[in-house]
């Protein structure tokens, strides 16, 4: 095939959607890690509330204005953690999250 600009033209495209599918590829192998976070705060995140953080909350739903997903995370005494509840169900989507976790032993300056 003679070297022509229509055909330097295709192989820089066809290389764009190329790296194009391997970053798409690469971000879907990575979207199950999870973002790393700073040290969770010592004590509960209850206004008026002093007692050590037990658990993380976690929700993740779409934002009323159509920005896109929003994850919101809260680190809350057991207490006040056994008080949550999905909040956004009206925004939930394939991706909703909500997700109770305990906080690792010695975390948030313990």
């Keep these: 095939m003679a070297d022509t600009k229509s055909g330097r033209d295709k192989?820089?495209?066809d290389e764009e959607r190329?790296?194009?599918r391997r970053d798409i590829s690469e971000a879907r192998e990575r979207g199950?890690?999870?973002d790393?976070?700073?040290d969770p705060p010592a004590e509960c995140h209850r206004r008026?509330?002093?007692e050590p953080v037990a658990f993380s909350v976690t929700e993740r739903y779409q934002?009323?204005?159509g920005a896109g997903a929003v994850e919101?995370?809260?680190f809350l005494c057991a207490d006040h953690?056994?008080?949550e509840s999905p909040v956004n169900l009206d925004d939930a989507y394939e991706g909703y999250v909500f997700r109770v976790e305990p906080v690792a032993a010695g975390a948030g300056g313990n």
């Design 11 to 13: 192989q820089a495209r």
């Design 18 to 20: 190329r790296q194009i």
């Design 32 to 34: 199950d890690e999870a």
């Design 36 to 38: 790393p976070t700073a």
């Design 48 to 50: 008026g509330c002093a």
């Design 63 to 65: 934002e009323e204005t």
């Design 72 to 74: 919101a995370t809260a």
């Design 81 to 83: 953690a056994g008080d």
